[in-house]
C-alpha cells in the first residue's frame, strides 16, 4: 500500500513535527536535506510529507490529497472544520489576542472600533460574541504596524513571547483564545486507513503528553 500522505506546515511547526517523528523513531534527513524539494520520505517509506503553508495544509487534507496534516488551531478556526481534529500536538503554543496602543482606552466612546488582522473570522466571531460591531480591515503580515500609522484602533493577532508588542509600544487588551499544533485527518483517510492513522496517534500521543 502506499505510504499515508501528511501535509506539514512550513516553517515553525515544522521543526517541531520532524523533531516528534525522530522521537518516534522516524528517519527524518530527507527533510533535513531537502533543499527546495516539497515531496519527501520519512522512515523506511513509512510516510510521504508535502511541504506547505498553513492554510494550504488544510486545502491538502480537505481535498484527500492527503490523509493527515499538522496545523494551527489559529488556521484551524480561521479556515473552517471539514476534516477530524485528532490530536493536539503540545507544540507551536501562543494564543490569540486583542491589543492596542499602550494607554490608549479601547473601549472608550460609542463608535465603531477598526480593528486590523490576518484573522477576520476570528475577529469578527470574538466581536459578535461581545455583541460590539466593529469594522475588520484584513492586513497580511506585520499587522502591529496598523495601528501604530492610524489605520486600526486595535489588533487581532497571535501573541507568542510578546516582544513584537513590547518593541512597538503595543499591549494586550484581552485574551481571545490559545493556540497550538493539531494533528487533523481527512474524513474518507480516517475510514479507509483507520488502523494506520490510529497506530500512528497512540505513538504521538504517548510522546507528547
Ligand atoms: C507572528 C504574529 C506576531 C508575532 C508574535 O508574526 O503575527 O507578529 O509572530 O510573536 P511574538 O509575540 O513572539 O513577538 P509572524 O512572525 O508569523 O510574521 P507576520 O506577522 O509577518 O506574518
Redesign the pocket.
Known amino acids: 500500500m502506499k505510504p499515508l500522505r501528511i501535509a506539514l506546515t512550513k516553517g515553525?511547526l515544522e521543526k517541531s513535527t520532524v523533531a516528534l517523528f525522530e522521537k518516534l523513531g522516524y528517519n527524518c534527513d530527507e527533510i533535513h536535506n531537502k533543499g527546495r524539494r516539497l515531496i519527501l520520505n520519512i522512515g523506511d517509506g513509512d510516510f510521504e510529507v508535502v511541504l506547505a503553508k498553513a492554510a494550504d495544509v488544510i486545502t491538502y487534507v480537505e481535498h484527500g490529497v492527503c490523509d493527515l496534516g499538522v496545523v494551527g488551531k489559529d488556521t484551524i478556526l480561521e479556515n473552517g472544520t471539514s476534516f477530524y481534529e485528532l490530536l493536539d500536538l503540545g507544540f507551536g503554543r501562543?494564543k490569540f489576542a486583542l491589543a492596542c496602543k499602550k494607554g490608549h482606552n479601547f473601549y472608550h466612546g460609542y463608535d465603531a472600533k477598526t480593528i486590523a488582522t490576518?484573522y477576520p473570522n476570528v475577529t469578527r466571531k470574538f466581536f459578535e460574541n461581545k455583541n460590539m460591531d466593529v469594522r475588520v480591515i484584513k492586513i497580511?503580515?506585520?499587522?502591529?504596524l496598523a495601528p501604530l500609522v492610524g489605520l486600526a484602533d486595535g489588533i487581532v493577532?497571535?501573541?507568542?513571547?510578546?516582544?513584537?508588542?513590547?518593541?512597538n509600544n503595543l499591549e494586550v487588551i484581552e485574551d481571545v483564545t490559545t493556540i497550538s499544533a493539531r494533528l487533523i485527518a481527512n474524513t474518507a483517510s480516517l475510514k479507509l486507513r483507520k488502523n494506520e492513522i490510529e497506530d500512528l496517534v497512540r505513538k504521538m500521543e504517548a510522546e507528547v503528553k
Open positions: 515553525r501562543c490576518k497580511e503580515g506585520s499587522v502591529e493577532d497571535i501573541v507568542e513571547t510578546g516582544s513584537t508588542l513590547k518593541a
